[in-house]
């Protein structure tokens, strides 16, 4: 199983717990757990297509385990002072992040979340998080579309547009895969979005944990993924 540093770099593009979380090492605890809530609903499970769904969990697991080191003084302290955390623990292993995400939340909807994506949408925090991608991909629109929450094919004139003015105002060089993009490239990245458009669907909580629970008889929701 890869370590969770690995996973981390993987998904998110770093291997230090606070920075995948976008906050500061001396973020309070409730810094912590809003800055947990709210990647977690940017790469929620049921709001991906069936082809993206696998590492839609894999990121909610991750940010599941972060939170999870952060949120313990304890824990914490020892990542602070050492970089070391304890990914062996029966704790971890067993641990079902779906069941942990319902503990700290209160009720969520459909609703609310996609209030929080036109709150998202035209933000700094999405120029940030634009601007990241951008310069990660070397101007790969695929990549951008994937690692910007929110966005689609749809959403790509909007976006080139604001990439187009972070180049104008030299806040991000200009690469020609993005600049000089092939027609091909950008059909074949539309119509795999029409074969395979967004859906909704229930999350199975045994794809939530690192090993399944003994019991799935409660499968968490999209109405029902947050506790108070």
């Given at each position: 199983?890869?370590?969770?540093?690995?996973?981390?770099?993987?998904?998110?593009?770093?291997?230090?717990?606070?920075?995948?979380l976008k906050i500061?090492?001396?973020?309070?605890?409730?810094?912590?757990?809003?800055?947990?809530?709210?990647?977690?609903?940017?790469?929620?499970?049921?709001?991906?297509?069936?082809?993206?769904?696998?590492?839609?969990?894999?990121?909610?697991?991750?940010?599941?385990?972060?939170?999870?080191?952060?949120?313990?003084?304890?824990?914490?302290?020892?990542y602070d002072?050492?970089?070391?955390?304890?990914?062996?623990?029966?704790?971890?292993?067993?641990?079902?992040?779906?069941?942990?995400?319902?503990?700290?939340?209160?009720?969520?909807?459909?609703?609310?979340?996609?209030?929080?994506?036109?709150?998202?949408?035209?933000?700094?925090?999405?120029?940030?998080?634009?601007?990241?991608?951008?310069?990660?991909?070397?101007?790969?629109?695929?990549?951008?579309?994937?690692?910007?929450?929110?966005?689609?094919?749809?959403?790509?004139?909007?976006?080139?547009?604001?990439?187009?003015?972070?180049?104008?105002?030299?806040?991000?060089?200009?690469?020609?895969?993005?600049?000089?993009?092939?027609?091909?490239?950008?059909?074949?990245?539309?119509?795999?979005?029409?074969?395979?458009?967004?859906?909704?669907?229930?999350?199975?909580?045994?794809?939530?944990?690192?090993?399944?629970?003994?019991?799935?008889?409660?499968?968490?929701?999209?109405?029902?993924?947050?506790?108070?």
């Amino acid at each position: 199983m890869a370590k969770l540093v690995d996973l981390c770099e993987k998904y998110f593009g770093s291997r230090n717990f606070y920075e995948v979380l976008k906050i500061q090492q001396n973020a309070s605890e409730k810094e912590v757990k809003k800055a947990y809530h709210k990647l977690s609903l940017l790469v929620h499970p049921d709001r991906v297509d069936e082809t993206t769904k696998e590492e839609a969990t894999e990121k909610f697991k991750v940010l599941g385990f972060i939170h999870s080191i952060l949120s313990d003084n304890d824990k914490r302290k020892i990542y602070d002072e050492t970089g070391q955390y304890d990914e062996d623990s029966e704790e971890v292993v067993m641990k079902n992040w779906g069941d942990y995400w319902k503990t700290l939340f209160k009720p969520i909807t459909v609703q609310d979340i996609n209030k929080y994506e036109q709150e998202y949408k035209g933000s700094e925090t999405e120029v940030k998080d634009l601007k990241r991608a951008y310069m990660d991909s070397k101007g790969d629109m695929d990549y951008i579309l994937e690692a910007v929450p929110f966005t689609n094919c749809e959403e790509e004139p909007r976006l080139r547009d604001i990439i187009f003015k972070l180049i104008e105002a030299e806040e991000v060089p200009e690469y020609e895969s993005f600049t000089k993009e092939s027609k091909k490239k950008s059909d074949r990245r539309k119509r795999k979005v029409s074969e395979h458009p967004p859906l909704i669907s229930t999350i199975n909580p045994s794809t939530l944990s690192i090993h399944p629970p003994i019991s799935t008889e409660n499968p968490c929701s999209l109405d029902n993924c947050y506790q108070r």
